[in-house]
C-alpha cells in the first residue's frame, strides 16, 4: 500500500486565477495518475504523470490547462490554470501498486466562483 | 457508452437489509477490484477478484467474479451506516493497462 498526502483539502478559487495541487507519497513510484470527479459519480482521469518525461493527458485534457509537474518518483503537481466555474470539482491523485490496485490522496475540493 | 457498467447507481435502504451491487461489461478484464469512497476522501480499496468464479469475502462484504470475468457483484448482508458511501468497481481489461472505473453506486443506510 501507499499512503498519499494531497493539498489543499478544499479551496475555493476565483474564475481566471490558477490553483496548484501538490501530492506526496511515502514510497517511490514510477506512474502517477490525476483523476477528476464530480461529488457522488465516477472518477475521469486527467493524466499520467511520469518522472521525467512529459505527462501522458486523456482526450479531453491539455497541458495547457492542466500543466503537471513530476520532478522526482514521489511528488507531483497538478495545476489547473485559468479557472472557471466549469473546473469546479474533485481533484485527486493515485497511484498504482503491482500496476493494477489504486491507492489515492484524500482529493481536493475545488470551487470557482 | 460506459465501459464498466454499474448498477443501481442509487440505493438507499434500511440497516438491517441486504442489498447486491453489480458490475457488468462486453469486455474481459485480468482483474476487478472494488472501492469504497466516503465524503471528503479518496476511494479506498476493498478487494481485488482475479480469477473466474473467484468468490471473496471481507466481514459482510461478499465479492464474485464471474466465471467469463465480464462482471462481478458486491453483496453486503446486514448493512449498517457505516456502509454508506460510494462503491466503485474498477478493472484492466485484458486487452489493456489502463484502470477503468465503473460509474458508482451511492449507498445510504438509514438508522
Known amino acids: 500500500s501507499a499512503v498519499i498526502s494531497q493539498k489543499p483539502s478544499r479551496d475555493i478559487c476565483q474564475r481566471g486565477t490558477s490553483l496548484t495541487i501538490q501530492c506526496q507519497v511515502d514510497?517511490?513510484?514510477?506512474?502517477m495518475f490525476w483523476y477528476r470527479q464530480q461529488p457522488g459519480q465516477s472518477l475521469t482521469l486527467i493524466a499520467t504523470a511520469n518522472q521525467g518525461s512529459e505527462a501522458t493527458y486523456e482526450s479531453g485534457f491539455v497541458i495547457d490547462k492542466f500543466p503537471i509537474s513530476r520532478p522526482n518518483l514521489t511528488f507531483s503537481t497538478l495545476t489547473v490554470s485559468n479557472m472557471s466555474p466549469e473546473d469546479s470539482s474533485i481533484y485527486l491523485c493515485?497511484?498504482?501498486?503491482?500496476?493494477?490496485?489504486?491507492?489515492f490522496g484524500q482529493g481536493t475540493r475545488l470551487t470557482v466562483v | 457508452t460506459q465501459l464498466l457498467e454499474q448498477s443501481p447507481q442509487f440505493l438507499s435502504i434500511q440497516e438491517g437489509e441486504n442489498l447486491t451491487v453489480y458490475c457488468n461489461s462486453s469486455s474481459v478484464f485480468s482483474s476487478l477490484q472494488w472501492y469504497r469512497q466516503e465524503p471528503g476522501e479518496g476511494p479506498v480499496l476493498l478487494v481485488t477478484v482475479v480469477t473466474g468464479g473467484e468468490v471473496k469475502k471481507l466481514k459482510r462484504l461478499t465479492f464474485q467474479f464471474g466465471d467469463a470475468r465480464k462482471d462481478s457483484s458486491l453483496h453486503i448482508t446486514a448493512a449498517q451506516p457505516g456502509d454508506t458511501g460510494l462503491y466503485l468497481c474498477?478493472?484492466?481489461?485484458?486487452?489493456?493497462?489502463?484502470?477503468?472505473f465503473g460509474e458508482g453506486t451511492q449507498l445510504t443506510v438509514n438508522p
Open positions: 474498477a478493472g484492466v481489461r485484458t486487452s489493456g493497462s489502463r484502470l477503468t
Open positions: 514510497s517511490q513510484v514510477t506512474m
Open positions: 493515485s497511484v498504482a501498486s503491482q500496476g493494477t490496485e489504486a491507492f
